[in-house]
């Protein structure tokens, strides 16, 4: 627990109706069939717990940093965010997968900057570690484009956030934690402010042993 009473724990059945308001509260321009309900949570719980971290202050949960194992193949990037999720059920979760897909960070408005998501990006990159992963792969939203797609293009504006002109309020959260942008991924997605945009990113493991139960996804 940190100076601010904030604990990071799994993922646990008690917390899934919490994670179903957390996500309509930090994810209000989404489609609503594109945010997950309590039993995606649920099913999440059984799946891969020792994956999935909340953060809770007292018993209220202000935030999530989700994912499951996959072999990704980043000759064929492009991908859509709900099929790769398996409809939010995180079914697509396969125990010996390379990679970690990061399929959701999120803070509650009134919680960020806090340094939780921070805290959130350690517990998944520790579980990477402790799997022995080549690392995360995600989609990053990128919502703040809402306040320049009429004069620019997705790619020009995540090229500007990258070189630090511009700042994104997931994005440039995300590439401070170590991520690096690897492509563009069309109608992702069903998101008014990116117009269905997100940037595909990449934090690699430096601590990945191949020689260490190697894994044989293509990157």
């Known amino acids: 627990m940190d100076d601010n009473g904030i604990r990071i724990d799994i993922i646990r059945p008690q917390y899934a109706k919490g994670l179903e308001r957390l996500q309509r509260d930090c994810f209000p321009t989404l489609a609503d069939s594109e945010l997950m309900r309590e039993e995606h949570f649920l099913m999440h719980c059984k799946l891969f717990p020792e994956g999935n971290f909340v953060a809770l202050h007292g018993e209220r ?3 999530l940093g989700a994912g499951f194992l996959i072999d990704f193949d980043f000759r064929r990037p492009q991908h859509r965010f709900m099929d790769i999720l398996a409809h939010g059920y995180y079914t697509n979760h396969n125990p010996k997968g390379a990679y970690y897909y990061g399929a959701d960070m999120s803070v509650h408005p009134d919680y960020r ?3 939780i998501a921070r805290r ?9 570690r402790k799997l022995n992963r080549r ?19 997705a790619e ?3 090229a500007r956030v990258v070189a630090g002109e511009l700042y994104d309020s997931t994005l440039s959260v995300q590439l401070k ?25 990449l934090w690699e493991n430096p601590d990945y042993d191949r ?7 293509r990157a």
């Open 61 to 63: 949960v202000v935030g």
């Open 113 to 115: 900057r806090r340094g």
């Open 120 to 128: 959130l990006y350690d517990a998944r990159k520790g579980i990477i």
């Open 135 to 153: 690392g995360l792969v995600a989609g990053g939203l990128i919502p703040d484009y809402a306040k320049h797609k009429a004069y620019m293009s």
């Open 156 to 158: 020009e504006y995540v």
């Open 177 to 201: 934690n170590g991520f690096r942008v690897v492509t563009m991924l069309r109608d992702y997605i069903e998101d008014s402010a990116s117009d269905n945009w997100a940037a595909l990113i």
């Open 211 to 217: 020689h260490r139960h190697p894994h044989q996804a």
